[in-house]
């Protein structure tokens, strides 16, 4: 199971896949499940994951991918599927890209919430927009990580289609476009 992160509207679904691998940044685990450091309070459901499923973690170390550091592959093996650090919403949030042919499409999780932010002049709607600072954990490097983002979409977007986990705009972009999100 490939998991952008660990908050409660991302990992709900663990406990259904009680034998599956659960494959997190390194950060986040520590942050989520070991509690080094503390999280906000609320932040996660320990009870997610409280039947003790696998992990699979993912560290600093890694390839390049579209200008993208420590990118690893799903086991260090699948080439086709990708775990891209994407800090800043959470301090182990990854997208998570998966090859089909010679395109990408790339599931940024939470980078950013609204699909106006990736284009050259961003914007995001003012309620939405304050509900993404709120959940922060490193506002500085998740301003970073959308304006790499932006910059792959304008650079690459013919080669990389990039979605993020709660605008349907995104969402109905990639449907049109026959990918699939499950």
């Not at 039947?51 to 260090?76: M, T």
């Not at 304050?130 to 013919?158: C, E, P, T, V, W």
Request: proline share 6%.
């Amino acid at each position: 199971m490939l998991l952008t992160h660990l908050d409660r509207d991302h990992a709900g679904g663990v406990p259904d896949f009680p034998h599956a691998a659960i494959h997190v940044h390194r950060a986040e685990y520590d942050m989520a499940v070991l509690r080094k450091p503390a999280p906000p309070e609320g932040r996660y459901v320990t009870g997610q994951w409280s039947h003790g499923p696998g992990w699979a973690f993912y560290g600093e170390a890694g390839e390049d991918w579209f200008g993208f550091k420590g990118v690893r592959a799903l086991g260090d093996k699948e080439a086709d599927i990708l775990m891209i650090p994407l800090a800043g919403h959470t301090l182990g949030h990854c997208g998570i890209a998966v090859r089909s042919a010679d395109r990408w499409l790339l599931h940024a999780g939470d980078s950013y919430f609204h699909h106006a932010q990736l284009d050259p002049s961003p914007r995001v709607p003012l309620m939405l927009g304050y509900f993404q600072r709120r959940g922060d954990m490193d506002r500085k490097m998740r301003i970073a990580n959308q304006a790499r983002l932006r910059a792959l979409k304008l650079n690459h977007g013919d080669r990389v289609n990039i979605v993020n986990s709660h605008d349907p705009h995104d969402y109905e972009n990639c449907r049109c476009e026959g990918h699939q999100l499950s």
